[in-house]
């Protein structure tokens, strides 16, 4: 494979820790890789090492989005920041899906769960259509609000002492 042909360190050789770290950043450099690990484990006949390594995917676009009735799924997917035909890890594809839900906090739906699954596409070795599932939950707003314990002013005393404030000004909303 393509991994195999970068790292320099081959069955029967001397162990080096440095060759190791080197093949990694090699391994790393290429940018197909998601994660990459080694193990080394002595036994009775030297030293075994192990490359663990964990391939990007590649997207195929358009980014299918189920769940959603707030947002359009054009907007969701700019929200996401998935551009077809790129290469992306797994931690990639969930910030897509926190960008989303950010996006969902930031319209007042408190319990949104976003969750990305990737389908391996038939035929496209390493490519992959990514599905988002969304629970919306429900939108909440603050429409009043009451300071417990408040037993010096009376509410009408309270938003006196901030006078006649512009419309545009926080403080007149209370």
Not at 39 to 47: A, L, P, W
Not at 78 to 99: H, N, P, Q, T, V
Request: proline share 4%.
């Amino acid at each position: 494979s393509d991994a195999q042909a970068q790292c320099q360190v081959k069955p029967g050789d001397e162990y080096d820790p440095a060759q190791c770290q080197r093949d990694v950043r090699a391994l790393r450099d290429l940018g197909e890789f998601d994660e990459i690990t080694v193990k080394v484990e002595e036994t009775v006949d030297g030293v075994d090492v192990t490359y663990f390594i964990k391939r990007t995917v590649r997207f195929q676009g358009p980014l299918v989005v189920k769940g959603c009735k707030y947002c359009i799924e054009g907007k969701i997917a700019k929200f996401s920041e998935l551009k077809d035909g790129r290469s992306y890890g797994e931690a990639e594809i969930a910030a897509a899906a926190a960008r989303i839900r950010q996006q969902y906090l930031k319209k007042n739906f408190h319990d949104v769960k976003v969750e990305p699954v990737t389908t391996p596409v038939e035929g496209l070795a390493g490519f992959v259509t990514i599905t988002m599932n969304i629970e919306e939950g429900e939108q909440l707003e603050v429409y009043a609000f009451e300071f417990d314990g408040n037993e010096v002013f009376k509410s009408k005393e309270l938003r006196a002492t901030f006078g006649d404030l512009p419309w545009w000004n926080p403080w007149g909303w209370f």
